[in-house]
């Protein structure tokens, strides 16, 4: 990244859809909400946020589909053919696109130093408690029982 227009690439997962912003981004965020939880699928989802004017899609718009969560007055937009989250768009800040930080290939100038609704984070989340190899299966590291220290029930997951 050097010269007068610096630009952070990314795509989703088939390849269909290719975007860039212009960086550095506004700012990144991870979102521990369960609504976020379910559209990326995994434990909560990690944002560049980007302003509007300064988000492309370079590639595939006609492969980009919607859904407008007209509840939380949000649109999440989608890769129709793999299912990689696109973007996150929030009625309350129309000039801001977010996008999933995990879609860049390199650096986009910001790093995600702040957590939203992390009251919603699941108690099955990792939150970089100690791991060790697992014995007897290569490439796997497992967090050893009894380290929780979380507070709760003490129920089984
Ligand atoms: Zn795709």
Known sequence: MRGG?????????????????DVPARWAW?????AGRRAHGGA??????????????TRGQAAI?????????AARS????????????????PQMVNIPRALFAGRTGREPRYH???????EWA???????????FPGVVWERPGRKKR???GGLF
């Open 5 to 21: 227009s610096l630009t952070a690439a990314g795509q989703c997962l088939c390849g269909a859809v290719e975007f860039e912003i």
């Open 30 to 34: 991870h979102d521990h909400s369960a």
């Open 44 to 57: 909560y989802a990690t944002y560049v946020g980007s302003w509007r004017s300064r988000f492309r899609v």
């Open 65 to 73: 589909t919607r859904f407008e969560d007209t509840a939380a007055r």
């Open 78 to 93: 989608f890769c129709a053919r793999c299912g990689t989250p696109l973007t996150y768009e929030r009625s309350h800040s």
């Open 116 to 122: 939203i609704a992390i009251e919603e984070a699941p």
């Open 126 to 136: 990792w939150r970089g408690e100690p791991l060790v190899p697992l014995k007897g």
């Open 151 to 153: 507070g709760g029930s």
